[in-house]
Structures are given as structure tokens and as C-alpha cells.
């Protein structure tokens, strides 16, 4: 048969029969549907952890103290951490842009009658532009007030709500732990993380905060910037280097710091969301196939129901060749039509689950196509059975059926 042929005839045997075909078609839409929309989830919760972990840094890596312990147990971390570690990173390793010494803890904030235990961190001037971090009013502290252990803060947005409700929190002061700060800035807002709230702090000169407010002669860690390009398995292996060497650390002997590249974290967290977009994907392609196995049920009734038919093709010349391409083209058409309504009901799924929900979606074009060609194998697949059962028909027999 010609392929108009074909196509007419196979439209019109559907057409004849529209709620049978409609329920054929129903297991191929919500199949297709769910697909593109589970990946589609899986792609959003992938870009919005992506954005999460960029918005801490731009080229980041963190060195922390290590914790101490044996045989799995950890207890306390270690304080050695020292402004001469940062210094000879600074200037030992190449590829590093610039790095801040950091000191946290929590100090009791208060304005007024307002009081407020609130995360406190000491920090270098560079800290600002490693984290991202811009201000909505006001300034950074200088390199001068950082050496003359200047009394000033720049706080984040929700801290400047809690203590001011709403004022201006600019040029006032307010007491760290007793002692007089002057707020000269404020962070704009950056949104909750979750595991951190950049929102909620203060963030002090790192001398300030080591000399004056805390007590320390240690840091609570180091933050660095690596420069564009460069590679950060490289820089790490330097930076260990130049750790184990400042600590004395002997070759078999395991580290007493942490590094964590953000390189690392973000190829750690891409394969997990990879593996629970792969995962959601073929929990939602089971309907696929369930709505496989409904086109083929349906086309074995049609079958049945066609057998004198069949017979009188047969019998007016038709091949096993043209029932089967026949009946195997219906089937395609039934997967087509159903592929192409659930691409549809996908992208409206999608745009509910972003108008309802606080999750976001992500169509890549990729996941639409091999959703809609696994539809079209599906009908194929599950069609031809039944269109070679039908090619199979004897004509005398066909002719004499009921």
C-alpha cells in the first residue's frame, strides 16, 4: 500500500472507534507526560543546588581544622590554624587569587531592647568578594581599620530587621558581647541555604574579632579564591604541601586539616542529581509501558473484531505484508498521537508544579525527544503482535469467522 493509503485507512479505523482509541492513547499521554516532568523536576532540583553553591563563592576552596579522634570516633576539632598558615598558602602556592583568614562564633547582639544571639565572623577584607558578597548600603570595613582592630561590623539583612525593625541600621551602635561595634554596612539579602543563613550575621575584622572579642590566637578557617582556570586538584595538592610542612606532618601520617574545593562539591552533588533525575525518569517510564501494553490489548481486540475484513483483503489480492504494515502503522499512529498530547500535558505539568510549589523545573530539549521516540518504539514494540497475528489470518478461515 501506498502511504497515504496507509495513513487514510488507519485514521479512519481509528476514527470509527475514538473512545477505544482515546483510552489506547490515554497510558501513551500520562507515560510521556510523567517523563518530561520528572526529568524536568530532576533538572530544576539540579540547577537550584547549582545556584546554592555558587552563590557561597566564586572559585572557592575552604581549609578547615581536622577533627581529632581514632577509629571513627571524632570528637572536637583541632586549633592550629594559624594567620602564619594563611601567609605561606598566600604565598607559596601559585593560582590562588586571594584568601581571607575566618573566625566564627556567636556573640549576644544588642540594640536597645533588642537582644539577639546571632553568628558572628572575623574576617579579611577579601572575604567579601570570595563569597560574593555585596552590600545593599553603606561599606566594607578597610585594611587600616583591619590592623587597627577596629570596633565596626557590616550585617546581614535579617539580623539588620531584628535589631532595627525596619530603620536604618547605618552609623548606629550596638553591643557584641559588651563591647561597642558601629554598623558601617549592610549585605544585601541573599536568601536562606538551608544548612546556612548568610542573612543572619555580622561580620567583623578578623584581628577584631581574634584580639578583642573572642580571645583567639587561632583561625577558625581559611577561605581562598582560585583564579580562573586554573586547576583546583593542583592547588589542593599544593596547599596540602605547604600544610603538612607548617604542621610537621609526617608522610604516613594522615592530615590535621580539611580541604574542600567547591569544584568538588558541585561534581559530587551534579552526580547525585544525576542519579535521582536518571531514577525519577524510569519510575515515570513504567507507564510507558504500561500504556504499551494497553495498545496492544486494544489492538488484539481490533483484530478480533477485523478478522472478516481481513479475510476479504486477503482475498482481493492484500499481502501479509500490507495487514501488517496495516495494523502496525495504526498502532504507531495511536503511540504518535499520544506522545505528542503528553509532551503537552508535560509542560503544562511543569508550569503547575513552578506556579504551585517552591520547586523549579528544567524541559531540556534532549528529554522531550527521547520521551516522544520511546513512545513511537513503544507503539512498534507493542503493535507488532498483534499486526502479525493479523497477517497470520488464514483468508478461509477469516472469510467463515463470525
Known amino acids: 500500500m501506498l502511504f497515504w493509503t496507509l495513513l487514510k485507512v488507519s485514521i479512519k479505523s481509528l476514527w470509527a472507534n475514538k473512545m477505544r482509541s482515546f483510552l489506547a492513547t490515554l ?27 555558587a552563590s557561597l563563592g566564586s572559585n572557592l576552596m575552604v581549609l578547615r581544622p581536622g577533627q581529632k579522634g581514632s577509629q571513627g570516633v571524632r570528637s572536637e576539632s583541632y586549633e592550629n590554624l594559624t594567620l602564619e598558615n594563611a601567609e605561606a598558602i598566600l604565598h607559596e602556592v601559585p593560582g590562588i587569587l586571594q584568601l581571607s583568614p575566618v573566625v566564627r ?31 545593599q548600603s553603606g561599606r566594607k570595613f578597610t585594611e587600616i581599620e583591619t590592623r587597627q582592630n577596629a570596633r565596626v561590623a557590616v550585617i546581614g539583612s535579617q539580623t539588620a530587621n531584628d535589631l532595627f525593625q525596619g530603620k536604618n541600621p547605618l ?16 549585605l544585601e ?3 536562606d541555604q538551608g544548612w546556612y543563613n548568610p542573612d543572619n550575621q555580622i561580620i567583623i575584622p578578623y584581628t577584631t574579632a581574634m584580639n578583642q572579642l573572642f580571645g583567639l590566637k587561632h583561625l577558625g578557617g581559611i577561605d581562598l579564591q582560585i583564579k580562573e582556570g586554573v586547576n583546583s586538584s593542583m592547588v589542593k595538592e599544593k596547599i596540602t604541601k605547604v600544610m603538612r610542612r607548617q604542621h610537621r606532618i609526617p608522610p604516613d601520617m594522615p592530615p590535621d586539616f580539611t580541604i574542600q574545593s567547591q569544584a568538588e562539591v558541585m561534581r559530587t552533588l551534579n552526580s547525585i542529581s544525576l542519579v535521582l533525575t536518571m531514577l525519577l525518569g524510569g519510575i515515570a517510564s513504567i507507564s510507558l509501558l504500561v500504556g504499551g501494553i494497553g495498545i496492544m490489548n486494544i489492538m488484539l481486540v481490533t483484530v478480533t473484531e477485523r478478522t472478516r475484513e481481513i479475510g476479504i483483503r486477503k482475498a482481493l489480492g492484500a499481502k501479509n505484508s500490507d495487514i501488517l504494515r496495516q495494523f502496525l502503522f495504526e498502532s504507531i499512529i495511536l503511540s504518535l498521537i499520544g506522545g505528542g498530547v503528553g509532551i503537552v500535558s508535560g509542560f503544562m505539568s511543569c508550569h503547575l508544579i513552578t506556579v504551585f510549589s517552591s520547586l523549579s523545573t528544567l524541559v531540556r530539549p534532549l528529554y522531550v525527544l527521547v520521551a516522544f521516540s520511546f513512545s513511537a518504539a513503544v507503539g512498534i514494540f507493542f503493535g507488532f503482535y498483534p499486526a502479525f497475528r493479523a497477517a497470520r489470518q488464514n483468508p478461509i478461515d477469516a472469510l467463515r469467522y463470525e
Open 27 to 53: 497510558g501513551i499521554i500520562i507515560g510521556v507526560g510523567a517523563v518530561i516532568a520528572m526529568l524536568a523536576l530532576g533538572e530544576g532540583a539540579k540547577k537550584q543546588i547549582t545556584q546554592k553553591v
Open 105 to 135: 562564633a556567636s556573640a549576644q547582639i544588642k540594640f536597645l531592647n533588642q537582644n539577639n544571639l546571632t553568628p558572628v565572623t572575623g574576617a579579611a577584607i577579601t572575604y567579601f568578594p570570595i563569597r560574593n558578597f555585596t552590600l
Open 171 to 186: 552609623e548606629k551602635m550596638v553591643k557584641v558581647n559588651g563591647l561597642n561595634f558601629k554598623i558601617i554596612g549592610q
Open 189 to 191: 539579602i541573599r536568601g
